[in-house]
């Protein structure tokens, strides 16, 4: 059932299809129990396992998150930082970001964050392959792992049979297919430019912030953009979904993390738009904020569907080539 429940994407297709769906006696709703499983299987697969508590409210929980979150950043850095340092508008060159936060600083506490979600969603990965049967290094099968990553990177299922997934309603579209993959590529190009700023600090000693037109500023802000429309558009089409299959829950957990991602965009922009002027330096203490709510939320909130949804794709491609090559795909 873990498996079978991390391989819905919770389009809605046979709710509608089925004939004992409300108004019927039997008020059958398989998305719905599908999605509940699901949520079972975050908590029991979150690691260390008495954190697994914060998939329960989790909406509320991402909130308080952030708000503490932004608190300690704005506190700190009020605290620690002189106000004519933090409040003044610094010239945009080489190290204009480092007068107010060292980058010391920032490595330390985003490299230890980072860390520790790294561990915590690989130990989450592991279990769920666990319990799937499947042995540990079949995960890592060739062909089977190769299928399963281009099928999440075309997020081939989300296009139904091609006519698209039924949501927000009956109605088959494609408008969830196309946020979600603005959202999930944003986020990679986000991803990229940290990565690449990274390697032009440490290979190069070049220090941010970085021309307009360097590749960590032009990948960050297309990045960025993908990321205002992405969740923007995801967000959207939850608040009109079908309610008969819309769990508080679930909603609760989606709409977390998807308003986190929005706001590390929208920060985001703001801080490049605004760095040459006074009010880089508080920004740039709600944008590292925010990011950090983001990574030390992301084990334990919605992110993790990227990661069991893969698994259990591997293991139907296993399944699929071990005992029924004639079963098709759609
Ligand atoms: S039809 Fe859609 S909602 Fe129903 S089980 Fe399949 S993926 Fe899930």
């Not at 429940?5 to 008020?27: I, K, M, R, V």
């Not at 990553?149 to 698209?164: F, I, P, S």
């Not at 590529?185 to 032009?200: H, Q, R, S």
């Not at 986190?260 to 740039?284: N, P, Q």
């Amino acid at each position: 059932l873990a498996y079978l429940a991390n391989l819905c994407h919770d389009c809605g297709s046979c709710y509608y299809a089925c004939q004992y769906a409300p108004p019927h006696e039997f008020q059958l709703n398989f998305p719905k129990m599908l999605a509940d499983i699901r949520l079972q299987t975050y908590r029991k697969y979150a690691w260390p396992g008495p954190l697994s508590a914060l998939f329960q409210r989790n909406g509320m929980t991402v909130g308080l998150v952030a708000a503490a979150s932004l608190a300690l950043f704005l506190w700190a850095m009020f605290f620690f930082i002189e106000r004519p340092v933090l409040l003044a508008a610094h010239p945009d060159n080489a190290g204009a970001f480092y007068a107010v936060l060292s980058h010391r600083t920032m490595a330390w506490t985003f490299g230890i964050v980072f860390l520790f979600v790294v561990v915590a969603l690989a130990a989450g990965l592991v279990r769920f392959w666990r319990d799937t049967g499947e042995k540990f290094g079949d995960f890592f099968s060739p062909e089977p792992l190769t299928h399963s990553v281009v099928d999440a990177l075309r997020l081939r299922y989300l296009a139904g049979g091609g006519e698209g997934c039924t949501y927000p309603d009956e109605t088959p579209s494609h408008a969830r297919r196309w946020f979600h993959h603005l959202t999930f590529y944003g986020f990679m190009l986000c991803f990229a430019a940290t990565c690449v700023a990274t390697i032009y600090h440490y290979g190069f000693r070049w220090k941010a912030p970085y021309a307009l037109s360097s590749l960590p500023v032009l990948l960050g802000t297309a990045g960025g953009i993908g990321l205002l429309i992405g969740p923007a558009g995801l967000l959207w089409l939850k608040a009109i979904r079908d309610r008969a299959l819309s769990g508080a829950k679930q909603t609760g957990m989606d709409v977390g993390f998807l308003a986190l991602l929005l706001l590390s965009s929208i920060s985001g922009l703001l801080l490049l738009a605004l760095r040459e002027s006074s009010a880089m330096g508080v920004l740039l203490g709600i944008h590292l904020a925010i990011i950090m709510a983001l990574f030390v939320t992301l084990p334990y909130g919605k992110f993790v569907h990227a990661l069991y949804r893969l698994a259990a794709l591997v293991r139907f491609h296993l399944e699929r080539r071990r005992i029924a090559p004639q079963i098709g795909t759609e």
